[in-house]
């Protein structure tokens, strides 16, 4: 069989670019798309490399390795947890696709696969009319599961990914805002500062019972508070260091995040 690398290589961009999209809207992830292209290049580049070195075990495992590669790109640094799951659903998403399309063409004619006159675009289309699909279906069944937040205080701004939860019911007691946790870590000099207690943040103490334990939380009320680029009102609490939310930084009621 004769494989040409320059056909090779923009299926595999075309199926790689496509797999990102369909993990990311499964992950919730937010999407960039300079990142997004970027990791199907380079999910690209390897994978027609391997073809032509690597086989067997070996195939496989550089497979997978080059998920992980690729979902860090695209999505950004990510917590150890959360990068293994989205490096899990992009190497399924992306054998699905490539099983299906092989299925597809084999069913048909074959030679498609190995000439050099192979119509390209009629692949691509058949690509993207398979991913659009099961993105769509994605989207119907999946809840929302994350959010961007970004918080202003004290001349500061910071930004996270917080897990939305229905059952998150925490609010302030004086004002009954909604609280939204983060962690220390995140939160950064916005938390040194609330921990010193420092007058430039309107400090709150959250009694609460659930992720954190009960305990008092120390909180603030922001300068400002947006979800996924949408102002909202809510005070922010901070749930100490060490502190896992399912992978994300924080934990924000589903409340507040626009469906």
Known sequence: MTVYADILFLINFSMDFLSLCLAGRLTSERMERRRLLLSAACGSFLGTAAMFVLDGIVFVLCGLGCA????????????????????????????????????????GDAAAVRDADAPFPAVFLLCFAVSSMLVRLAKGVSAKTAARVT????????????????????????????????????????????????????????????VCGRCLLRGFVPDRVSADGRDISAVIACGGTGTDYGGYSGIIPARLVRR
Do not use: N
């Not at 992009?90 to 084999?106: C, I």
């Not at 930004?159 to 909604?178: K, R």
């Open 151 to 210: 918080v202003s205080a004290g001349g500061m701004t910071v930004s996270f990914d917080a897990l939305c939860d229905s059952g998150c019911l925490l609010t302030e007691p004086i004002s009954g805002m909604p609280v939204i946790v983060a962690s220390a870590e995140v939160l950064g000099r916005i938390g040194e500062m609330l921990a010193e207690d420092r007058p430039v943040l309107r400090l709150r103490m959250i009694p609460a019972d659930g």
């Open 68 to 107: 992980v590669l690729m979902t860090r790109i695209a999505f950004g640094k990510q917590k150890r947890t959360r990068l293994f799951r989205g490096s899990v659903i992009l190497w399924g998403t992306g054998t699905l696709l490539g099983g299906l399309m092989t299925s597809v063409l084999s069913a």
